[in-house]
T-cell receptor, first 114, second 114 residues
Framework: AQKITQTQPGMFVQEKEAVTLDCTYD???????LFWYKQPSSGEMIFLIY??????QNATEGRYSLNFQKARKSANLVISASQLGDSAMYFC???????????FGKGTRLHILP | SQTIHQWPATLVQPVGSPLSLECTVE??????LYWYRQAAGRGLQLLFY??????ISSEVPQNLSASRPQDRQFILSSKKLLLSDSGFYLC?????????????FGPGTRLTVL
C-alpha cells in the first residue's frame, strides 16, 4: 500500500487564486513528520514546509500553509495568491517515527495561468 | 551554512559502461546521506541511505551500489549501466538524530544511458 497518496497528477489554476494540493498518508506510528517540496523545471528540490504529528497548529511559511487533519490522515498544501513562479511539481513526503528515511508521493504538477 | 554539491550535472553514458556520481556536503558533520532516482515525470525513488561512514542501507535491489568513504562524501556507482538506469539522480542530507529536520537536496545529476 502506498504510504503517501497525491491524487491530482496535474492542476491548472489562474494566477492570484489560492491553490490546494491534496495529500493523504498512511502510517500506524504516532510520531511522524510531513513535508512538502517544490521541484521547478530546473530539477532542484526545494523544501517548503514541515508539520509534525504532535504539532497542534497548522504549519505556515509565507504564502504556504499546511492543512493538517490528523484524523483524516490528510496534509494538504495551500498556496495563497498564486504566482506564475509557483508553476512546478509538488511532492508530499513523510518520515515515520524516528526512521532515517523520507517517503515521497508521486507528485502533482501545478500550472499557474496568467 | 550547509551546502551540498553533486557532480557531474549531466552525463551521457553508453550501456555497459561504469558509473560514478559524487555528492559532498559542507558545513555539517555526521549527516545522514541519501541517493534518490527520479525517472522522467515521475516521483522520487529512494535508492540508498547512510547514517555513517561505511554504513549503507539499500532500498531497491539493482545494479547500483553506494559507498561513503568519508563523513561528508557519498558516491553512487555502477559497474555496468543499463538503459533503465537513465534518470535524474538526487543526493540529499539530513541532520542526524533530529526528529523534525528535513532533507536538503543537491542540484542533481541528469544521467542518460544510450
Amino acid at each position: 500500500a502506498q504510504k503517501i497518496t497525491q491524487t491530482q497528477p496535474g492542476m491548472f489554476v489562474q494566477e492570484k487564486e489560492a491553490v490546494t494540493l491534496d495529500c493523504t498518508y498512511d502510517t500506524s506510528d504516532q510520531s511522524y513528520g510531513l513535508f512538502w517540496y517544490k521541484q521547478p523545471s530546473s530539477g532542484e528540490m526545494i523544501f517548503l514546509i514541515y508539520q509534525g504529528s504532535y504539532d497542534e497548529q497548522n504549519a505556515t511559511e509565507g504564502r504556504y500553509s499546511l492543512n493538517f487533519q490528523k484524523a483524516r490522515k490528510s496534509a494538504n498544501l495551500v498556496i495563497s495568491a498564486s504566482q506564475l513562479g509557483d508553476s512546478a511539481m509538488y511532492f508530499c513526503a513523510m518520515r515515520e517515527g524516528r526512521d532515517d528515511k523520507i517517503i515521497f508521493g508521486k507528485g502533482t504538477r501545478l500550472h499557474i495561468l496568467p | 551554512s550547509q551546502t551540498i554539491h553533486q557532480w557531474p550535472a549531466t552525463l551521457v553514458q553508453p550501456v555497459g559502461s561504469p558509473l560514478s556520481l559524487e555528492c559532498t556536503v559542507e558545513g555539517t558533520s555526521n549527516p545522514n546521506l541519501y541517493w534518490y532516482r527520479q525517472a522522467a515525470g515521475r516521483g522520487l525513488q529512494l535508492l540508498f541511505y547512510s547514517v555513517g561512514i561505511g554504513q549503507i542501507s539499500s532500498e531497491v535491489p539493482q545494479n547500483l551500489s553506494a559507498s561513503r568513504p568519508q563523513d561528508r562524501q557519498f558516491i553512487l556507482s555502477s559497474k555496468k549501466l543499463l538503459l533503465s538506469d537513465s534518470g535524474f539522480y538526487l543526493c540529499a542530507w539530513r541532520r542526524a538524530f533530529s526528529v523534525t529536520d528535513t532533507q536538503y537536496f543537491g542540484p542533481g545529476t541528469r544521467l542518460t544511458v544510450l
